[in-house]
């Protein structure tokens, strides 16, 4: 059964970065529509950063702009979210979602992603 799997995550100073990759086994993301999502204790699940197959990137979360960045690995068949100058409000986890083979674009619902991974807690504090 496919899965994907977030590594990466870990405790950081603030201003520090992190890099976090979302794998598979069993198909090639490079096909996918691609998304991270974060999701803060008592708070709702928030989109970040979405590539599509078209490798399109669409931001959803503003204060990600400037600082995160996603990016795909052919080579490792990972889709890697580059977060720099990481601030306190970016604790959570963190995970990546795919959309059906046959949506080509980003989607601003989680509900329209049908695969997701098991998290990674990202934690920045001094």
């Known amino acids: 059964q496919a899965q994907l799997v977030e590594s990466g995550g870990g405790s950081v100073q603030p201003g520090g970065s992190l890099r976090l990759s979302c794998t598979t086994s069993g198909f090639n993301l490079d096909y996918y529509t691609v998304a991270w999502f974060r999701q803060i204790p008592g708070k709702e699940r928030e989109e970040v950063l979405c590539i599509s197959s078209g490798d399109v990137t669409q931001y959803f979360e503003n204060s990600a702009k400037g600082r995160f960045t996603i990016s795909r690995d052919k080579a490792k068949n990972t889709v890697d979210l580059q977060m720099n100058g990481l601030k306190p409000d970016d604790t959570a986890v963190y995970y990546c979602?795919?959309?059906?083979?046959?949506?080509?674009?980003?989607?601003?619902?989680?509900?329209?992603?049908?695969?997701w991974g098991q998290g990674t807690q990202v934690t920045v504090s001094s």
């Open positions: 979602a795919t959309r059906p083979p046959y949506e080509y674009y980003c989607s601003a619902y989680g509900s329209e992603y049908d695969l």
